[in-house]
């Protein structure tokens, strides 16, 4: 199994970037996905999650209204279009896929960098 994040970086406050997780190995339709983050000194937090389907997302109250998760099944990939980036939101970004239900894998991540 392997993710593969990519579209990190740094943006001014405000910006907006889209990061890309792309899948393989796995049964990506049977796959829920999450997108999680995990900034110098804190905890790793959930930011936002799909289902396996594309119908149910769910977010962390830190994004939601400015994040947006959302998969495509054919191409085995799932995105996090981030908007109105704030300082507090620099943090690593890692794609995580749930298959089945029980079988949890990781991608290693992508610097997002946000600052003047």
């Known amino acids: 199994v392997q993710l593969v994040e990519s579209g990190g970086g740094l943006v001014q406050p405000g910006g907006s970037l889209r990061l890309t997780c792309a899948a393989s190995?796995?049964?990506?339709?049977?796959?829920?996905m999450n997108w999680y983050r995990q900034a110098p000194g804190k905890e790793r937090e959930q930011v936002a999650s799909?289902?396996?389907?594309?119908?149910?997302?769910n977010y962390a109250a830190s994004v939601k209204g400015r994040f947006t998760i959302s998969r495509d099944n054919a191409k085995n990939t799932v995105y996090l279009q981030m908007n109105s980036l704030k300082p507090e939101d620099t943090a690593v970004y890692s794609c995580?896929?749930?298959?089945?239900?029980?079988?949890?894998?990781w991608g290693q991540g992508t610097q997002v960098t946000v600052s003047s």
């Open positions: 995580n896929a749930v298959v089945f239900g029980v079988l949890s894998f």
């Open positions: 190995g796995l049964v990506f339709t049977n796959s829920a």
């Open positions: 799909i289902s396996s389907g594309g119908d149910i997302s």
